[in-house]
């Protein structure tokens, strides 16, 4: 088969680029204005460190809020680390890009939703278009979780 250029994976690796960049800006200078973070991953995804109670609670998704209180947010080439509050109880995550489903930032109406995408190292494999989409989302907040509680944001499918 002839060599293809394979646009997924690097529009994939592209968003992640995003997501990186955003995140170390916000390392370095802090959210600006009312900006804050929606960021859902796999928790079961390799590399993923959470505490046992967090994988125990949500053994598939979570969704982590950055945005008022949160310490030690570190951008490595590869993945995120940073500390949130689960019910007063300060927990350090470690979160791969290659496990983020979805990042939303929904004070300019911004959302970003990475497909499932494995790496097989060969760039000639043909690959359908990426259903993620760079635009602008609409984006509904729910009711504030129960104490300790995450919240869950219904994203649109950011398609036309």
Known sequence: MARRINYGKLMHKAMQGLLAEVLQDVSANGLPGDHHFYITFETAHPGVDIADWLQ???????????????????VM???????????????????????????????????????????????DEPE??????????????????????????QLDTFRK
Do not use: C
Not at 57 to 71: G, H, K, L, N, S
Not at 140 to 147: L, N
């Open 56 to 74: 125990d609670r949500y053994p598939e998704d979570m969704t982590i809020v950055i945005q008022e209180w949160f310490a030690d947010l570190v």
């Open 128 to 153: 359908e278009m990426p259903e993620a989409v760079a635009e602008p989302a609409a984006v509904e907040e729910s009711d504030p979780a129960p104490e300790g509680g995450a919240d869950v944001v």
């Open 77 to 123: 080439d590869d993945r995120f680390s940073i500390t949130l509050n689960f019910g007063n109880s300060p927990e350090p995550l470690v979160v791969p890009f290659a496990s983020v489903k979805t990042f939303v930032d929904p004070s300019v109406e911004f959302g970003l939703r990475f497909d499932a995408h494995e790496d097989t190292g060969e760039d």
